[in-house]
């Protein structure tokens, strides 16, 4: 009998131990009955996101997760700094990490960052999708970012991402023509095009109101975006593609836009349920609910993915990172309770984040698998120091589909 | 000193806890005095046949196990479909899948598995061989398979294996014109010999007395033969290349198909010593008795395969996989004792087989191993869990053919 699986990803779940929590990490520090009592009749084992050693964004760690190899297929931060952004790129569109910055009269960048001041940024962004949300024949979308930071993304057939920044890296120089960086026509014409939108925005931006505004205030104008990491959206194998791997029906529970981007490249039916917030107040029930309904709705797999223990990780609040663990347990133990039967689930992360330095780390994510069959490891708690000691040992992050897939009677057998 | 190796592999020899063993794998309630002891004096691990999560078939296992990447060589299940029935094959060889099929005169499938009756069908291939043995000057053999199923060998200079199917896969639909799926001529050229390979094999079952009684029994006529999963037999890499191994004789002792033509394409002397059966009821004496001689006759590495395990598990039959295990330790006890000194021993198996479920799956598969100079895990039994606590920990399949190698002083060092 096939069975359905369930993958619950708490976003930079693995830690190190901290003295606030007595030397605990987050993960061994929370109580939480529910996720112990699945250790106590489950299997556990440690994933490298990648590879060992290798610190994973959520991106390139998510995309691990699904069976790809991002080594392989990964076009570079542009396209996926814009769907964190909010972008929602198709196959062929070009996307470039921008600034908003200053430049002088002649184009020389004054501050790369204009000032650090995102005072009246929205508002540009809008201007710049009025303005010129198309060049050349080619729609043109620009996406706010964190900061000083936006994203631009070029949608057009024949387009190429083989062309140079036009962002100098440093203050005092004239901003640089792109240029194409290999003989292709669709290079060339792409860094012309570049090119000929860097002038535009500089003309419509320069004189605004909202530069005006900042001037009087004594903050640089934000009068230019410089572009830089021009790449590609390839077309991703989707989730329902996996070789001799029987997953027609995927469904994603995010609240942050570049799980829920990524996940629907994927193929995944995306829900965001209200209430959801992507950080520590999130309403963890409406989420372990929706994807309590998929399961109902016959999915064959539903990915719940948790952010809040990332977001306390970037804070450096390991605390905050042990009691959102506990809300999340408390949540998930009606699923535990209701599903044991017809659903494998694996609880694990994208990727370790220290919340004592506040970054990604490369250390192997917990992981922790239930499945009426799997060889029990008789480990009554589930953290970092128990998931060493577990039967499934280390592997990658682009094995756990397979293994999920095999375990839920979904996978053919490669060979005869 | 150079030493030998010995390869002791028990098909599917991993497996779950069963009730039927009091919560234990048949590995674990054997009770292998031989096996045990030459675990407290050795170490262990546990074997990824391919990668983890990936569920082998015995054809892609034995790929790995002699250091192949299956991922990389593997040409599709129809040329070790037929192998496995019992062709030789040689690279160049096009092989196909094969259903003896039921067609109506305008050649609409009524029954893709000619209503699943073995009756004559032995008969038929005979028949074929014999009447169609050749076909535009290409060499074309027929190999009985299980219950409805043959194998379709076809042989000489310039085939192509990118053709499709003539099998439509459902019922009620006319066969399919084979196509070519490049534009190479050869593709073009083996497409359209399929097809009248197809109308001939019509013209010559469908009045065939077998097919009147077949009739005259109420049985479906076995009327013609649906092919599907072309595959080119590639040129594989010999044991005696592996890339700074000095492994120059290998043999083999099996009583399977599959994989007699397996490492015979490896280029290992493959024998199946009288009362070898490649069952439960195999003469597992006769078995050890010529890998002895094969040891005594100086081969580098001698591979012993055991079939029981997996047929045992296929059958979910745990009791009857412990009873077999048993057997075969008895057996091997006589090697265990006598070559200690000058050979590398290895047990593993080319997967794991469930009796629970009676298929294969990914789990690991346990692997022990004694060399006189080994670093020695005193771990006094040889079991999944034991595996699991060993030493060599986790490895792949194609790993396992150059640690034996190193330990038997047959490997030189990759660089300076």
Redesign the interface.
């Known amino acids: 009998m096939r069975k359905q699986i369930l993958l619950v990803g708490f976003d930079g779940l693995g830690d190190r131990p901290s003295a606030e929590l007595s030397g605990r990490t987050p993960l061994e520090a929370a109580n939480k009955p529910s996720i112990d009592w699945l250790a106590s009749i489950g299997a556990q084992g440690v994933i490298d996101p990648i590879s060992p050693g290798i610190i994973p964004g959520s991106d390139t760690a998510h995309l691990a997760l699904f069976g790809l190899d991002p080594f392989k297929v990964y076009p570079g931060r542009g396209p996926f700094e814009a769907i964190g952004a909010g972008a929602e790129l198709e196959p062929g569109d070009v996307a470039f990490r921008g600034n908003f910055a200053t430049v002088d009269e002649k184009l020389v960048v004054i501050d790369r960052r204009a000032g650090r001041s995102e005072y009246g940024l929205d508002k540009l962004v809008e201007v710049l999708n009025k303005e010129i949300g198309e060049i050349d024949g080619f729609k043109v979308e620009y996406y706010k970012a964190a900061e000083h930071r936006l994203a631009v993304v070029i949608r057009g057939v024949g387009l190429s991402d083989k062309v140079s920044d036009t962002d100098p890296g440093v203050e005092g120089e004239k901003i640089r023509p792109s240029l194409p960086l290999d003989n292709d026509a669709s290079s060339k014409r792409t860094a012309e095009l570049i090119n000929r939108l860097t002038e535009r925005i500089n003309k419509v931006l320069r004189d605004h109101e909202v530069n005006r505004e900042r001037i009087e205030m004594g903050l640089k104008p934000a009068n230019i975006v410089l572009l830089r990491g021009a790449g590609k959206m390839p077309r991703l194998r989707k989730i329902y593609e996996l070789e001799?791997v029987h997953i027609e029906k995927a469904g994603a529970v995010s609240a942050t836009a570049l799980i829920k981007g990524v996940t629907k490249l994927l193929g995944f039916h995306v829900i965001r349920p209200p209430g959801a917030t992507g950080g520590l107040d999130t309403d963890v029930n409406a989420k372990v609910r929706a994807a309590v309904e998929m399961l109902d709705k016959e999915y064959d797999l539903v990915y719940l993915h948790l952010k809040g223990t990332d977001t306390a990780s970037h804070d450096r609040k390991p605390k905050d990172k042990k009691a959102f663990i506990e809300k999340c347990d408390a949540a998930l133990s009606e699923i535990f309770r209701d599903f044991l039967d017809r659903v494998v689930i694996a609880i694990t992360g994208d990727h370790t984040t220290s919340s004592l330095i506040g970054q990604h780390t490369s250390d192997p994510v917990p992981l922790l698998i239930y499945s009426k069959?799997i060889?029990q490891d008789m480990l009554d708690r589930f953290s970092e120091r128990t998931a060493r000691l577990g039967?499934i040992?280390?592997?990658?992050g682009s094995?756990?589909?397979?293994?999920?897939?095999?375990l839920a009677?979904r996978?053919?057998?490669?060979?005869?």
Request: proline content about 0%; hydrophobic content about 40%.
């Open positions: 001799r069959e060889f039967s040992g280390r592997i990658r094995d756990l589909i397979y293994l999920l897939a095999d009677g996978q053919e057998k490669f060979g005869a």
